[in-house]
């Protein structure tokens, strides 16, 4: 599978802004034009450890937009912090992407 | 009255080893459970039945019981007034409250209104920017939960075209 998951990451004063990308259709499920229907296939669950501690866990709905972006600032860190990323979706799919400060 | 005080004193000594056994049996298994419960760090269980229900009154009362959340200047829904494409809608909640343990974003009109909620742990600032989808023009909730208690922010937002429609693709 492709890599899904994007993320910038700037250091400032101890304090780490996140920006994260992930490529996910993010389907509400529904009707189409054509009188067909198609599945909901949305990201149920995404989380950041920074060092192997959860900082950031995210409950998603189907209404986050298509390829969301998520920011968020971490406290306490520094250079050559460990950064793992995790989304899982709701048919079984999931991606991980680790990085370091 | 002395005398009697210092019995008391010597029964403790006499019954101590049994005790300091048991303390260091306590404190044994509180130094393997803590690091363990420091390395999970935040893990909530996914609140299902939130996302299940139609109607904003109803997600309020599955996440935050039948408390009334009262609304705060502190927190800080940044967004446009005005989003021509619902299905693609930039949002940014920031406040100032220290140890914010979760913020909710919820859209009103929305099919189900409930759209994320993040669990942020203690070194998370209570900050979180991301792009929402609008199903029609109406108010954005964001309840953020702290350990001072929770507390709501809400902003309208006109939607041209929604984004939970019947789909091109």
């Not at chain 1, 490529?23 to 198609?38: E, F, I, L, W």
């Not at chain 2, 909620?117 to 203690?122: A, I, Q, T």
């Not at chain 2, 023009?137 to 964001?142: E, L």
């Amino acid at each position: 599978m492709m890599k899904s998951i994007k993320v910038r990451t700037t250091l400032k004063n101890g304090s780490v802004t996140v920006r994260m990308f992930v490529r996910h259709p993010m389907h509400v499920g529904g009707p189409r034009k054509n009188g067909d229907s198609y599945a909901p296939h949305f990201i149920q669950e995404i989380s950041c450890q920074l060092n192997g501690e959860i900082v950031m866990q995210g409950h998603w709905g189907p209404g986050i937009a298509e390829n969301p972006y998520l920011s968020f600032i971490v406290d306490n860190a520094k250079v050559g912090d460990a950064l793992a990323f995790r989304w899982s979706d709701n048919q079984g799919g999931t991606d991980v992407f680790e990085t370091k400060l | 009255m002395k005398f009697s005080m210092l019995d008391k004193a010597s029964n403790i000594v006499a019954i101590s080893p049994r005790l300091a056994r048991r303390t260091l049996l306590a404190m044994a298994s509180s130094v393997i459970v803590t690091p363990l419960l420091w390395a999970a760090g935040v893990s909530v269980s996914r609140p299902s039945e939130a996302f299940k229900d139609k109607s904003i009154e109803d997600v309020m009362r599955t996440l935050f019981g039948d408390a009334n959340i009262p609304l705060s200047d502190v927190i800080q829904i940044t967004m446009t007034d005005l989003a021509e494409n619902g299905a693609v809608v930039p949002i940014k909640i920031q406040t100032k409250f220290k140890d914010v343990s979760a913020i909710s974003i919820i859209a009103v009109e929305n099919p189900i209104p409930l759209i994320a909620k993040f669990s942020l742990g203690k070194v998370t600032s209570g900050f979180i920017a991301t792009r929402i989808k609008l199903a029609k023009t109406g108010d954005v909730v964001a309840v953020v939960e702290t350990t001072e208690g929770i507390f709501q922010a809400r902003k309208k937002i006109e939607v041209t075209t929604g984004g939970c429609g019947v789909s091109d693709r």
